[in-house]
């Protein structure tokens, strides 16, 4: 069974960064699409950002390219999301997300492995 864990969510005023961590359990992650996703309150999830290996090709939400970035590390089993200028848009509940085909999918149902999600609150 694979598990995904989020963490490094938190507060922040807006304008700083955050860097959010996925840690994988599994023989599964070095060959796996990773995602970000993200759901604000009172709406659907949404993708931010995606991973490929085993070339690192990578794919982001029109909202935040330029100020996001993806990577993983394959010997450590780990996902990051590294967030730059934060807005309070960019307030939400984000989630860490896998699957073990296919190319990089911005859609939440192509992805079958989920973790529970860490929290985001960028303030004004």
């Known amino acids: 069974q694979v598990q995904l864990v989020e963490s490094g969510g938190g507060l922040v005023q807006a304008g700083g960064s955050l860097r959010l961590s996925c840690s994988a359990s599994?023989?599964?992650?070095?060959?796996?699409?990773m995602g970000w996703f993200r759901q604000p309150p009172g709406e659907e999830r949404v993708f931010v950002a995606g991973?490929?290996?085993?070339?690192?090709?990578?794919n982001y939400a029109e909202s935040v390219k330029g100020r996001f970035g993806i990577s993983r590390d394959n010997t450590k089993n780990t996902l990051y999301l590294q967030m730059n200028t934060l807005k309070p848009e960019d307030t939400a509940v984000y989630y860490c997300?896998?699957?073990?085909?296919?190319?990089?999918?911005?859609?939440?149902?192509?992805?079958?492995?989920w973790g529970q999600g860490t929290q985001v609150t960028v303030s004004s």
């Open positions: 997300a896998a699957k073990n085909y296919g190319g990089i999918s911005t859609l939440a149902d192509h992805y079958t492995y």
């Open positions: 599994g023989r599964i992650f070095s060959k796996s699409v």
């Open positions: 991973i490929k290996s085993p070339d690192n090709s990578k």
